[in-house]
């Protein structure tokens, strides 16, 4: 995608998807609608236009064009918001992908969910003798279209033997992948978790298909190896790769010794792959106590059944025993409250008027919240100097909100004396939060309507008092 300098219209169509219901669906503020003409007629002309031009680049069966399809419009101004849009169609796309390969039948499914991202700036026409347009398939690779004519003079052609889906949009949402990845995923995984796991499953998507093209065995053998890797191994390790993925694949299956002799072949195969060996063992397993020498099984099909056994019991887990409350008990406050500090310090850099919401959105406030009563590892004069640096913020919301002006200006009064305290008894500025924190809870509870930030910004407030007072009555330093 071409660095844009002003807002073009974009219009993404994935050609052999065609959703049954009328009205699409919608997946990270984004809408796909089907082909209908009522759709497609209620379009801008100039999206309709340029809508129609683009559907005359596909083929599909027998050299025919595309009849039945699904699109997207939207609009770009920076390269940041490109990357956004690729990563939410790369999301979905692969979601939807491994939702219909996992049964591991019907392998050019990978195709259904093909997407074309095209640009069009402001200036160009949809009308003329010679048009020219540029495509980014699936997010990665630029592929150069022409109509000439009003007829396309070359076109794009996926696997001759693709049936177009026609889907509808509960057969995609309501899958169990797309739940757990679109509603649940801030309750189920840690920090970068489902980032991880989508990335497993891209990776097994590419042992399919990649680029817009099949791969051969040797290059599938490694994509589902990547995407084991991906899955069962932690970031951080640094333990030899064959050893943490054995030992994770034995734990999640049981300490089988068929198992294990397996994925010996499998990484022996892998290796020799990797290595450039002059000869490949077979892509077939043979197992060691068979009296024949010849393999029955793909390693391929075995490595792709494993992967999506793996994913299955992972997310099994998470469901029924979710990280969340356990991970929350395993950060320090020492952590929290240094990155509370680093996200306060970016957000004052850059001093713009957004400044409580950039908190909000950047988590601040969510790890002044999680500062826990049970954990010294924050010692008193660093309580006191978060505070001191914390403590505007909540001030000057009291001073540019509205409401009961004696009750504010005693919360401001209050928050003034804890700033200026330089004492040396910290019970004694205990006490100080101890009395704000019990006048801030009634003023809270008075507020009604508050936007999301500010509500985000009370809350930690509120939780940031209770600690400190505990933290600076406690025996320890």
Not at 16 to 28: M, S, W
Not at 102 to 124: C, T
Request: proline content about 2%; charged content about 25%; glycine content about 6%.
């Amino acid at each position: 995608m071409n660095k844009i300098s002003k807002e073009n219209l974009v219009i993404v169509i994935f050609p052999y998807l065609f959703i049954y219901d009328k009205g699409g669906l919608e997946f990270d503020g984004l809408k796909i609608k089907p082909s209908y003409r009522e759709n497609v007629d209620n379009e801008d002309g100039r999206i309709k236009n340029h809508l129609l031009n683009i559907v005359k680049l596909f083929r599909v069966g027998k050299n025919q064009q595309i009849s039945h399809w699904s699109y997207i419009v939207s609009s770009l101004k920076t390269y940041k918001k490109w990357e956004e849009l690729k990563n939410k169609l790369n999301k979905f796309s692969n979601i939807a992908r491994f939702s219909q390969l996992r049964a591991l039948e019907n392998y050019d499914r990978f195709d259904l969910f093909n997407y074309f991202v095209f640009e069009i700036p402001k200036d160009q026409s949809s009308t003329g003798a010679f048009i020219h347009y540029l495509g980014v398939l699936n997010g990665e690779n630029s592929i150069n279209f022409y109509l000439e004519g009003n007829k396309a003079d070359n076109f794009y052609f996926s696997n001759k033997n693709i049936r177009p889906a026609f889907l509808t949009a509960e057969q995609i949402t309501g899958v169990e992948y797309f739940q757990i990845f679109y509603n649940y995923p801030g309750m189920l995984f840690s920090t970068g978790e489902a980032q991880k796991i989508l990335r497993a499953i891209e990776w097994f998507n590419r042992s399919f298909s990649h680029d817009g093209r099949g791969v051969d065995s040797s290059e599938a053998i490694l994509n589902i190896e990547t995407a084991l890797e991906a899955l069962l191994r932690p970031a951080d390790e640094d333990r030899n790769i064959k050893a943490q993925l054995k030992t994770a694949l034995l734990n999640l299956f049981g300490h089988s010794q068929h198992l294990a002799l397996w994925f010996d072949q499998f990484w022996q195969l892998r290796n020799s792959i990797v290595h450039g060996d002059v000869s490949i063992p077979s892509f077939l397993y043979n197992h060691p106590q068979a009296k024949t020498k010849k393999g029955h099984r793909n390693h391929l099909v075995l490595s792709r059944e494993i992967f999506v056994r793996c994913l299955d019991i992972i997310l099994k887990i998470r469901k029924e025993f979710p990280l969340l409350g356990l991970e929350e008990k395993l950060v320090s406050n020492k952590i929290r409250m240094s990155n509370a500090i680093t996200i306060l310090n970016k957000s004052l850099k850059k001093e713009t008027h957004n400044f409580v919401r950039n908190l909000h959105e950047g988590g601040a406030f969510g790890w002044i919240t999680g500062l826990r009563n049970d954990d010294l590892s924050v010692g008193k004069k660093e309580t006191k100097d978060f505070g001191n640096r914390f403590l505007p913020l909540v001030r000057n919301d009291l001073v540019n909100s509205q409401g009961n002006s004696t009750q504010h200006q005693g919360l401001i009064d209050m928050i003034d004396n804890v700033v200026s305290w330089d004492g040396k008894n910290f019970g004694d500025l205990a006490l100080l939060y101890s009395n704000l924190q019990e006048h801030y809870s009634f003023f809270y509870f008075q507020e009604l309507e508050l936007p999301v930030e500010i509500l985000s910004l009370h809350n930690a407030a509120y939780h940031f008092f209770d600690f400190a007072s505990w933290r600076l009555l406690t025996f320890y330093e």
